[in-house]
């Protein structure tokens, strides 16, 4: 019973969805979920079908076949409740005509039946830093301004679930640091999340879960921390006081001088390391240790896929 409620929870629940564009298939038969209150990542390298992914969750694209959720409701069947709970914004900057960016907010709230929003807007035209454009014509916006500007109209109507297709593309690291934090504090507010980026070192600090897609397919998906372990090494350092001579290990050494770096398992222990190599362990100065990132995680999933 308790299976069938959380399950009926899930922010989005993708079943088996397939996207061909005549020969070819860009979406191969994915199915994940997002659990409610996440920053979930989905990545993958470019052409890997996250787009195209989010297009068919947006309504601009139709699936070939399968089935999409969203807080329970079926996105082919009631497009319209769905939309209502979701803000996309797209990875694409798009024209807006010749209208201010305070109109934007006010048309798209319009088209969720929204009036009196204007508190919330103003807070998120300030919390995006726009409120000092909020008079500008859009098409005069630089292009990170525009694509705050899709952030803004995304979150008009106070969607539960939040995505985003490459937000900071483009972005400098100055703004790129901004928005992860008010996309995290949208999340402490309980907005649920999912994402797409390039920039593998804020999708692990940001996202709680992450999903890998490669031509088509979703080939790894777990929690941030538990696919850096599995799929990343750790390389450590020895440095003693003066060159020592060579040794010998089952893991992978190189050996310069007063320097030893080994790469090993994450799984490894240091004091059962230390215990295997014939030194005299006297002459040690220093450990440099050097964790793998969720960066050497993705190179290491994508490369056993291919
Ligand atoms: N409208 C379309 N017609 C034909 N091919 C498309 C179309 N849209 C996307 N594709 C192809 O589908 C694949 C996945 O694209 P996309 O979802 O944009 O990837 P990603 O966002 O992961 O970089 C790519 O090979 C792309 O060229
Ligand atoms: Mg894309």
Redo the contacts with the bound molecule.
Sequence with gaps: MENIILFSMYPIEIKNLVKK??N?T?VNNISFYLQPGEIFGLL??????????ISILSTLEKPTSGDIFVFKKNLLKCPKQVKAMVGIVP?ELISHGFFTVEEILHFQAGFYGIRDNQGWIDYILDKLELTKFRNRMASTLSGGYKRRLLIAKALVHKPKLLVL?EPTAGVDIDLRQKLWEFIKELNQEGMTIML?THYLEEAERLCTRIGI?NA?KIVKIDETSKLIEAYTYRSITFVFKKPVEKISSSYKLSQHGEKITMTVPRSVNLTDLMKEIKIDWNLLKDIKIHEGALEDAFKEIIKGDS
Excluded at 44 to 53: D, E, L, R, V, W
């Design positions: 564009f005549g070819f860009a993958g390298p470019n052409g890997a079908g996250k787009t195209t992914t990875q297709d797409t897609i088509g």
